[in-house]
């Protein structure tokens, strides 16, 4: 079966990035000329996804918003000649599909969020990309893995190499290489200690499951923290001799929810312009 939908975890409190977060979702900061969210819709839509399954919370509602059509702007603009601006805010308007918005009513973690969207999603293979981790890829890393499911319909999560100093920030694999870039996983450990951390693989937001994670989902307990973790789902599926896959996939990540990682996102994508690549060197200099 094709992976058509995408699961779209947005709900977090976004507390690393207070107080704009208080007011603005973390997924809605502006990166250059657009939303972080816009990024990530943008890899689903270019891999082929369809449905786009949002988890929001209380407060988050913009989120979907931004993707809806305001006719009065509409008609504002097309009244005042604004042809290109229009042009612009069409663009936006139309680029989901068919969009599912889902409310997450209790802060309760990221394996809560995802088995929200379970009767959305239905009984098909389906994508998820964290709202706050932008991949720079040539090929989208979130479509990079749909080929890796097409050619073998197992479970996938994207991984990166990162600095031991930073593996108490992510969920780190640990398993065995079955082929380049390839690690089928024994273990998970969310968010370990340096010195427990079995690797410096770390999960980054972007994965394929099966429908069976729900089942998953379900059965596990709430973490210490408070949260149902995903990475609990994904360790409990392993036990029970199913397959999921650890990909190190060809690209760029950023982290755009803390202060250094949403800098480095900025700079990132604004040296990607010409002109403002050109301001940036110019502003280092005065810098220097
Ligand atoms: C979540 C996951 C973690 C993963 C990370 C990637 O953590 O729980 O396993 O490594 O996303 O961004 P969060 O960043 O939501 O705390």
């Given at each position: 079966m094709e992976v058509k939908k995408a699961v779209l975890?947005?709900?977090?409190?976004?507390t690393r990035m207070l107080p704009i977060t208080k007011v603005v979702p973390k997924e809605l900061l502006n990166i250059v000329d657009r939303p972080t969210i816009e990024y990530v819709v943008d890899e689903a839509i270019e891999a082929g996804l369809e449905t786009l399954i949002f988890i929001i919370s209380q407060g988050k509602g913009n989120i979907i918003d931004y993707f809806d059509t305001n006719l009065n702007l509409r008609s504002f603009l097309r009244e005042r000649g604004k042809m290109e601006l229009l042009k612009k805010v069409e663009e936006v308007e139309d680029k989901v599909e068919h969009l599912i918005g889902i409310w997450?009513?209790?802060?309760?973690g990221l394996g809560h969020a995802i088995l929200m969207a379970e009767k959305a999603v239905g009984d098909e293979p389906f994508a998820v990309l964290l709202g706050d981790d932008l991949v720079d890829a040539e090929v989208p890393c979130i479509k990079q893995m749909i080929t890796m499911y097409k050619e073998h319909p197992a479970n996938y999560i994207a991984i990166e190499k990162v600095a031991w100093e930073d593996v108490h920030r992510y969920g780190i694999i640990e398993g065995e290489e079955?082929?380049?870039?390839l690690i089928k996983i024994k273990k998970v450990v969310e968010k370990p200690k340096r010195e427990e951390a079995?690797?410096?693989?770390a999960i980054i937001g972007r994965y394929i499951f099966n429908p069976e994670i729900f089942e998953y989902l379900k059965r596990i307990e709430k973490a210490p923290s408070g949260e149902y973790q995903l990475t609990d789902a994904i360790q409990l599926m392993i036990n029970e001799g199913k397959e999921v896959y650890a990909y190190l996939f060809e690209g760029k990540r950023f982290d755009t929810g803390n202060k250094k990682g949403y800098f480095r996102t900025v700079l990132h994508y604004a040296s990607k312009d010409p002109e403002l690549k050109e301001v940036l060197l110019s502003f280092c200099k005065e810098l220097s």
């Amino acid at each position: 079966m094709e992976v058509k939908k995408a699961v779209l975890p947005v709900a977090g409190l976004g507390t690393r990035m207070l107080p704009i977060t208080k007011v603005v979702p973390k997924e809605l900061l502006n990166i250059v000329d657009r939303p972080t969210i816009e990024y990530v819709v943008d890899e689903a839509i270019e891999a082929g996804l369809e449905t786009l399954i949002f988890i929001i919370s209380q407060g988050k509602g913009n989120i979907i918003d931004y993707f809806d059509t305001n006719l009065n702007l509409r008609s504002f603009l097309r009244e005042r000649g604004k042809m290109e601006l229009l042009k612009k805010v069409e663009e936006v308007e139309d680029k989901v599909e068919h969009l599912i918005g889902i409310w997450q009513k209790t802060p309760e973690g990221l394996g809560h969020a995802i088995l929200m969207a379970e009767k959305a999603v239905g009984d098909e293979p389906f994508a998820v990309l964290l709202g706050d981790d932008l991949v720079d890829a040539e090929v989208p890393c979130i479509k990079q893995m749909i080929t890796m499911y097409k050619e073998h319909p197992a479970n996938y999560i994207a991984i990166e190499k990162v600095a031991w100093e930073d593996v108490h920030r992510y969920g780190i694999i640990e398993g065995e290489e079955v082929s380049s870039g390839l690690i089928k996983i024994k273990k998970v450990v969310e968010k370990p200690k340096r010195e427990e951390a079995p690797t410096n693989f770390a999960i980054i937001g972007r994965y394929i499951f099966n429908p069976e994670i729900f089942e998953y989902l379900k059965r596990i307990e709430k973490a210490p923290s408070g949260e149902y973790q995903l990475t609990d789902a994904i360790q409990l599926m392993i036990n029970e001799g199913k397959e999921v896959y650890a990909y190190l996939f060809e690209g760029k990540r950023f982290d755009t929810g803390n202060k250094k990682g949403y800098f480095r996102t900025v700079l990132h994508y604004a040296s990607k312009d010409p002109e403002l690549k050109e301001v940036l060197l110019s502003f280092c200099k005065e810098l220097s």
